[in-house]
Every structure is written in structure tokens, then in C-alpha cells.
Nanobody, 122 residues
Framework: QVQLVESGGGLVQAGGSLRLSCTASGRTSSNYVMGWFRQAPGKEREFVAGIGRDGGSIPVADSVKGRFTISRDNAKNTVYLQMNSLKPEDTAVYSC???????????????WGQGTQVTVSS
């Protein structure tokens, strides 16, 4: 079992930045590929970014390319999502997830955090 806890969400103006953190407990998170997803009201959950066990990058969604960066610190069992140049359309609940193998399909992930709200005002 892996427990995931996100933090770092909040309210920010358009053009601003936030850094989300996802800290894992239980089994070592370095055994898992980690992903960030988001879900806006009335929309389906969307893949944002993923990162391999050793920190190897996985392509991010086109909608955030060049603005969001994913990284991980296995010594801290933590994955980060640095979000720059935020736009109102980035407003959503952001959740991290863990899985033994990479996938962009949300329901294929084994473990999920509770999510953190990101609100970008115009």
C-alpha cells in the first residue's frame, strides 16, 4: 500500500506560479511511476505529467507544455509539480497517483492522493 498526500494548492492570479508536492508513505515511492492529473468541474480527469522511477521525464500534456515541470526526490518520497504562467483554465483539483508502470489513463493507476485545489483568477 502507498499513501499519497498532496499539498501546495491555493488561489493565484493568472501569470503566477505554484508548486505542488505529493509525499508518499508506505511502500517506497521510488518503486512507482508517478503521475499528476487534474479535474475541473464538469470535465473528465486529465493527465498532466508523469515521471519515471529514476526521474526520467515523461511527456507532459500539450496544454501545460513549457509551463509545468514535474520532478521527484526519492530520498524524500516526494514528487513535485512546478506550475508557471498559470491560466484560469488551469483551475482544477490536482491529484497525484502512483503505478508500477507508466500510463496516461487515470483508472489504471493503483494509488491516489486526495487532491489539492488550484484556482487561478483572471
Amino acid at each position: 500500500q502507498v499513501q499519497l498526500v498532496e499539498s501546495g494548492g491555493g488561489l493565484v492570479q493568472a501569470g503566477g506560479s505554484l508548486r505542488l508536492s505529493c509525499t508518499a508513505s508506505g511502500r517506497t515511492s521510488s518503486n512507482y511511476v508517478m503521475g499528476w492529473f487534474r479535474q475541473a468541474p464538469g470535465k473528465e480527469r486529465e493527465f498532466v505529467a508523469g515521471i519515471g522511477r529514476d526521474g526520467g521525464s515523461i511527456p507532459v500534456a500539450d496544454s501545460v507544455k513549457g509551463r509545468f515541470t514535474i520532478s521527484r526526490d526519492n530520498a524524500k518520497n516526494t514528487v513535485y509539480l512546478q506550475m508557471n504562467s498559470l491560466k484560469p483554465e488551469d483551475t482544477a483539483v490536482y491529484s497525484c497517483a502512483a503505478n508500477p508502470t507508466f500510463t496516461m489513463v487515470a483508472f489504471e493507476y493503483d494509488y491516489w492522493g486526495q487532491g489539492t485545489q488550484v484556482t487561478v483568477s483572471s
